[in-house]
């Protein structure tokens, strides 16, 4: 294999010229650096990587931890990391959790022997397990939206209050004034904001909030399908639903298909988060848009200012959300509901 020395020997040059060319650290005239290019190219030399981050003391690495990748929101924000850290000549060490805290524990304490500069979070864990970071208190962390909120840490989040009010203020221009919402977990942030936004949007219409219509689910299929079961068993049903992200809504479209209900004839939805499927399904899905490969992206130059500049404040950095307004949301046609 190939060493550093080799290539300056082939290229007739001192082996701080070649550390100038890989590295980009000091001017080298062009016809020197295609000197060096071509014996790199030649001996087939590739530079340690190991070696080099001894040296600089950083290994152009970084981690991230994320729920589960497999899932369709945190997929398109794992490929907007994955895409800035490419434009920027870093590795991603990508990690699932499955909110498991033990296998959390794990990841972290892996990612941080292997000497990665910094950590992206984007967990729907409460909390991180006592003392995980005690052993290491000065790495570089960003909170992408998800996770716990009292972490010394940058933050990227979502705006989900004005989210969740402009879902609802839609299904309110449509006509609609009976109108439920299908949540997240209780005491995450991500649900607890986008509910607000929704109480916040029909007291000022003027609505009613029926406790009854506001069903928790998990942000997951399993969970929309069955609050939207436990909805349609109620003696009256709303006419609309916001629906707090759109894995629940796609299992709330399916209990609704099965129990014969056209949408958007007779019940109106709007989700949350505009995964890519929300264009492919059938009625297409109105839903509330985080710019979700901008969120990855930001989240990813977030870390690196952190690492240049450790003791700067901290950020809180919040996301615009945006309605897309798709098939699945109608004006209101009188007679549909059973409240009458």
Request: proline letters at 4%.
């Amino acid at each position: 294999m190939a060493t550093i020395k080799d290539v300056a020997r082939e290229a007739q040059v001192s082996t701080s010229t070649v550390s100038h060319v890989l590295n980009k650290t000091r001017f080298v005239s062009p016809e020197i650096t295609l000197r060096v290019e071509r014996a790199i190219q030649d001996l087939h030399y590739a530079p340690s990587a190991l070696a080099r981050s001894l040296k600089v003391n950083e290994t152009r690495t970084l981690g991230m931890l994320v729920t589960s990748s497999a899932n369709p929101f945190f997929a398109e924000v794992v490929q907007g990391v994955e895409q800035r850290c490419f434009e920027l000549g870093y590795s991603l060490a990508l990690c699932n959790t499955q909110d498991d805290k033990a296998r959390l524990n794990s990841n972290m304490e892996m990612l941080l022997q292997k000497r990665v500069d910094g950590i992206i979070l984007m967990c729907t864990q409460l909390e991180l397990g006592a003392g995980i970071f005690d052993r290491y208190p000065n790495i570089p962390l960003v909170l992408a939206d998800w996770g716990p909120q009292d972490m010394v840490a940058d933050i990227i989040q979502d705006g989900g209050q004005l989210g969740g009010q402009l879902a609802t203020e839609h299904l309110i221009g449509l006509g609609h004034r009976h109108i439920g919402c299908i949540t997240g977990p209780g005491g995450k942030r991500a649900a607890d904001e986008r509910l607000a936004g929704f109480k916040a949007a029909m007291d000022h219409a003027g609505l009613t909030v029926r406790d009854e219509w506001i069903c928790e689910g998990d942000f997951e299929l399993a969970g929309g399908n069955s609050a939207m079961n436990a909805l349609l068993s109620l003696p009256e049903r709303p006419t609309a639903m916001f629906i707090a992200n759109d894995m629940m809504a796609m299992g709330a479209l399916r209990a609704l298909a099965d129990a014969g209900i056209n949408v958007p004839g007779q019940m109106s939805i709007v989700g949350y988060d505009n995964i890519e499927l929300a264009h492919y399904l059938v009625p297409s899905l109105t839903s509330v848009e985080q710019p979700k490969t901008s969120m990855g992206a930001l989240a990813v130059d977030t870390l690196l200012s952190r690492i240049k500049n450790p003791d700067s404040p901290r950020r809180v950095l919040t996301l615009t959300p945006e309605l897309v307004i798709r098939d699945s949301s109608q004006a209101y046609v009188e007679g549909i509901g059973n409240w009458e």
